[in-house]
């Protein structure tokens, strides 16, 4: 007998396996993650069975759906009991049950799963739907009843999840308004099991992160559908709304008063028909704005030339973050005097990136960064041919946002997808 509180919009979600979809979308902070792992936990105690935990991008699994297991089986005192491997990720249950992660960026390891009973996939907005038919074909067990849980922020109406659970007008498939679950809350269709929430649904929340939510209206009004509302919609065209420019001396005010290790440099490389891109910019991190305040901008420059030009760097010994799928030229201007080395890369990660610029509240640029805002002010999404917009890809190549990119590594814009542990407010104790 195990006594956890649990938010009451996800007490039915707990102890339904009547249905083999479930299919949860909804808003930022609305708990539906955290009750997801719950869910898997209690019914892997319950019966001998393997699950498998997915995301698009397997580095993007420790730190979230891995820790989110952790953190409730350290809450709820079963880490006695529940065995975490760190390499391979890995979580054990002292009856056999076992929970496996693994990344659609690594489809090879899938081939070798067997008797996968549950699957999770986290985000599956950013799946391909390939990908998801993938999965399905994993899912198999002579005699257990399978089930398939699918969680995600809404993204936009030409998503593979939205057409698969909702409609699709080019192929002419209804299969359920959204504006009824938005209204019902749960619903249940055939085989899948609909749930939608908001963070007025997780109880543990602060009012200042739902206030927080609310801002997104005046800076970000399809942010703020997905965060506060947690709907679907048709996608803004530009990148970054939030993108501004100011007079020079405005945006280098507010850099002076920004602590030195918040201010950074980013370097993309290019030659012919690309640029040499570097940009300095700073982190506001209280109020979650980004300032671009300096930029170098040019190609057809031979190394030793660009070295020249940015002999600055030298002096001041500045950290340059760059792009590391050029090594031998980092190895360069490291052997020149610079402080400089690569930033992270991985298959996925130019959609990381763009949604780490996209969580700044505002991106203020220096209005002498001319190619900073030739390239971003009005960059808009590339479509498909469907004219389905690509969330990773633009209508041009724009340098200086790789450079943003580089700069930005290992920096995470405070995640307002906040979800802390403790009593809530109203909460019911559950024995479960």
Known sequence: MIEKEVNPHFEEFLFDWNHKFYFLVGGY????????ALKIILKLLQEKRTALVVREVYDTIRDSCFSLFDEIITGMELDDRIKLVTSPMQIRF????????????????????NNVTIVWVEECSELKYEGFKELLGRLRHPTLPLHFILSTNPVGEDNWTYKHFFKDDRKKVFVLDDEALYQNRIVILKNTYYHHSIADDNLFLPKSYIEQLEELKTYDPDLYRIARKGRFGVNGIRVLPQFVVKPHYEVLEAVNKIP???????????????????????IDHDNKYLYIYWEYYKNRMTDDRTETEIAEFKETRELIRADSAEPKTIAYYRQQGFNIKGAKKFQGSRLQYTKKVKRFKKIICSENCVNV???????TY?????GNVIEDDFNIDPHTMSAIWYALDGYEVADIKYEKPGRPKGGRAQKI
């Not at 902070?29 to 997801?36: A, F, I, N």
């Not at 030195?260 to 700073?282: Q, W």
């Not at 590339?382 to 469907?386: G, H």
């Open 94 to 113: 002292p009856n056999g049950s076992k929970i496996i992660f693994k990344g659609m960026d690594k489809p090879a390891k899938l081939k070798s799963i």
């Open 373 to 379: 805002i030739s390239e971003l002010k009005d960059l």
């Open 260 to 282: 030195g290790n918040m201010k950074r440099a980013g370097f993309d490389f290019g030659f012919e028909t690309s640029y040499n891109a570097l940009v300095r910019l700073a």
């Open 29 to 36: 902070g609305s708990s539906k993650s955290y009750h997801v």
């Open 382 to 386: 590339k479509k498909d041919k469907l």
